[in-house]
């Protein structure tokens, strides 16, 4: 194939046993589920595309990057595709191009002219479902709504439609048409929903097919929210399958962009304090869904790191990878039902990079932060794996940790340990500070008699890119893996390869504990037998 690899062994990879680290952080495990355990569904982990960029999907790579996910999971990954150009969308039967930018410069805020072909990109990942978005807008235009509907149902077949979200972000409606409220978003849902209904004969609980809401992430406390939605008809007329609000850690625009340094990762990104504090609105609605006869569950339905100008290096980097392992335990921990992580060409947050069109992340490549997807979908599990997760601690500066309890068993069958602490090697390694760790000694309880560890890990810490982007860079061999294998365009298509062998450490637990050692700006999960 013409690449060589560079073999690399975490610095700190170290499990102790029986031994005693006067410095290490003792953490129990309950023997038993606890009652505050919040069920996982098997589809937590997705995928979103901007629907405008669509097309730009529809290639092997794409395809070979989400079976690899998707084969760790035991239900349909969901992939949504939505977004600002998803109201701007306009279908053309008769256009041969299967999607064409009106804009000079094309960005999610552009219209698009779509084709029949456009639909085509559905067709290609053959084991997921999606989440379809009605193009709906302060201004309605409903023949053109059915017209893409009507096209992607025709296309999926009703089997594998997980949901029709009713707009994206009509919060921002009223910035088009000042009147904009939540009777006229009200009145247009139930359009759509009606509509829908009659055309593709839904009878009885098929009719629960609708995602509403989809508030832009700045937006969630605002005076036009998801509460305000669901307290209209739209909560009780028995149509609603999902809730959706969407998610950036960080989501304003930096006129500075040494906003974006590295130093600020630890900041903004690799934060448990920050994490828990912009999850707090999301958790209100939540508690307020929970309260009702038949609560809905809430989806964040368009996710991602940082925008705003964020660069590679902020938003798609290793560090950023950390960043996204926390946030979804956390999510799932406080009963968020799906999380689906948006991307598209040149959006500098995204998972991977479809192609060569984006004018910022160049591609086709898999970015750094890539190896949380696959950390985070084995963490949920598959099959008898799935179970109830639970924080273990808080309030611990740059330590979290989680455990996954068997749904039948109820026994712990897995812990994560996710040490945020930034770190990254500088230019000049005989420079870089040194890479410090946390020694976790974790009470087990004496059932359990060993433990498999697997580590996300990147020899470089927060700044590597993954090895198609730091080739990019100039800067290659900047590795980032998940239990030794990491993902790859020009390596191994996105099917995922080992770079020297599957990475993994067997330990006996003595006296019902064990100790492990979690360097900075690392993730690992124990899994126990």
Excluded at 44 to 53: D, I, P, Q, T
Excluded at 129 to 153: E, F, R
Aim: aromatic share 10%.
């Amino acid at each position: 194939m013409g690449w060589t690899f560079r073999i690399f062994l975490s610095i700190t990879g170290i499990v102790y046993g029986q031994n005693k680290d006067v410095d290490s952080h003792p953490i129990v495990v309950p023997k038993a589920t606890p009652r505050n355990a919040v069920s996982v569904p098997a589809d937590f982990f997705g995928f979103g595309f901007e629907s405008g960029f669509l097309p730009h999907y529809n290639n092997e790579f794409s395809h070979n990057v989400v079976s690899s996910i998707q084969n760790r999971m035991s239900k349909p990954l969901v992939i949504r595709v939505g977004g600002t150009s998803g109201d701007n969308i306009i279908v053309h039967e008769d256009q041969k191009d299967a999607s064409h930018c009106t804009s000079k410069f094309c960005t999610s805020l552009s219209h698009f002219d779509v084709g029949p072909s456009y639909f085509d990109t559905l067709k290609g990942f053959s084991n997921v479902a999606w989440s379809i978005q009605a193009p709906m807008g302060p201004h309605l235009d409903m023949t053109n709504t059915m017209l893409y509907l009507k096209h992607a149902w025709e296309t999926l077949g009703k089997d594998r439609v997980s949901a029709i979200a009713l707009g994206n972000e009509p919060n921002w409606y009223h910035l088009h048409d000042k009147g904009y409220d939540y009777a006229t978003y009200t009145k247009d849902a139930i359009e759509i929903e009606d509509a829908v209904i009659k055309e593709f004969g839904l009878k009885g609980d098929e009719r629960q097919i609708f995602q509403v809401g989809e508030i832009a992430s700045e937006a969630v406390s605002s005076d036009f929210n998801l509460i305000g939605i669901l307290k209209d008809r739209l909560g009780q007329n028995g149509r609603t399958k999902y809730a959706a609000e969407h998610f950036y850690q960080h989501a304003e625009p930096e006129k500075d962009k040494s906003y974006f340094s590295i130093q600020r990762l630890q900041e903004v990104l690799m934060n448990p304090a920050n994490i828990q504090n912009h999850l707090k609105p999301y958790v209100d609605v939540i508690d307020w869904l929970r309260e009702k006869k038949k609560p809905y569950p809430l989806v964040l339905s368009e996710v991602g790191s940082a925008i705003g100008g964020s660069p590679l290096t902020f938003g798609g980097s290793f560090g950023a990878a950390m960043w996204a392992v926390d946030f979804h335990l956390a999510a799932m921990a406080h009963g968020v039902q799906r999380v689906c992580n948006t991307m598209g060409p040149g959006a500098t947050h995204a998972f991977w990079e479809p192609d060569n069109s984006g004018r910022q992340a160049k591609g086709p490549a898999v970015n750094g932060i890539f190896p949380a997807a696959a950390y985070i979908a084995d963490f949920v599990g598959k099959d008898d794996g799935l179970g109830k997760v639970t924080e273990l601690i808080s309030g611990v500066e740059s330590l979290t940790a989680y455990a996954m309890y068997g749904l039948k068993s109820a026994k712990p069958t897995r812990v994560a340990l996710i040490n945020l602490k930034e770190w990254h090697e500088d230019e000049n390694p005989a420079l870089s500070p040194r890479r410090d760790h946390v020694t976790v000694a974790l009470d087990v309880g004496e059932e359990t008699k060993s433990v498999t560890i697997k580590r996300m890990q990147s020899e470089k810490g927060s700044t590597a890119l993954g090895f198609d982007q730091s080739i990019e860079q100039g800067r290659p061999w900047e590795n980032v893996t998940w239990a030794g294998e990491q993902w790859s365009h020009k390596v191994d298509m996105g099917k995922g390869h080992f770079v020297s062998g599957p990475q993994e450490e067997k330990v006996e637990v003595s006296q019902g504990k064990v100790h492990v050692v979690v360097p900075d700006t690392e993730a690992v999960i124990v899994f126990l037998s």
